[in-house]
């Protein structure tokens, strides 16, 4: 099932009782669209409101989620290749074992999140904030990133790209 750009304002999302979730303009809390969960493959959810949502193993291939707050969701598994996260907002959320691979995220806030075992080979992470977060064996080959982007504490990011 492929998802059509939503035009009726601020989508806010909602999950129901998976795999199901209600996607809500973020005012007046009107349904726009009813989705599974798992296939929001190219979906624009710009600006997105997805804090705490249950996305595991959710398919976001090519997704456009650029300024989306994903505080607290759960993305563990999910596959996120080619998805527009620019600037969006990751704190304290779950991404063990996502896919990231070409992921835009620059200018992302990533602090706190867990990105174990997380694939990211080929990322933009220019200007993005990872303070915090969990990079154990993250994969992070051909990753981008510059003197903008935050680490976390003591994290080597030679070491880690070479792995």
């Known amino acids: ?3 059509s750009t939503l035009t009726s304002g601020e989508p806010r999302l909602l999950v129901l009782s998976p795999p199901v979730i209600e996607i809500r303009h973020r005012k007046t809390g009107k349904v726009l669209r009813r ?13 997105a409101d997805l804090r705490g949502a249950d996305l595991r193993d959710a398919h ?20 996120l290749v080619g998805a527009n996260l620019k600037g969006a907002q990751f704190q304290n959320a779950d991404l063990e074992g996502a896919e990231l691979g070409n992921a835009d995220l620059r200018e992302a806030n990533l602090s706190g999140s867990v990105l174990r075992y997380a694939r990211m080979s080929a990322a933009d992470l220019r200007g993005a904030n990872l303070r915090g977060a969990n990079l154990r064996k993250a994969t992070m080959r051909h990753i981008r990133y510059n003197e903008q982007t935050r680490w976390p504490w003591f994290f080597d990011v030679d ?3 070479c792995r």
């Open 60 to 79: 976001l291939t090519r997704a456009n989620l650029e300024g989306a707050d994903l505080r607290g969701a759960l993305l563990t598994d999910a596959d």
């Open 1 to 3: 099932m492929e998802c």
């Open 159 to 161: 070491a880690a790209i």
């Open 35 to 47: 989705v599974d969960a798992q296939e929001l493959t190219a979906c624009d959810l710009t600006g």
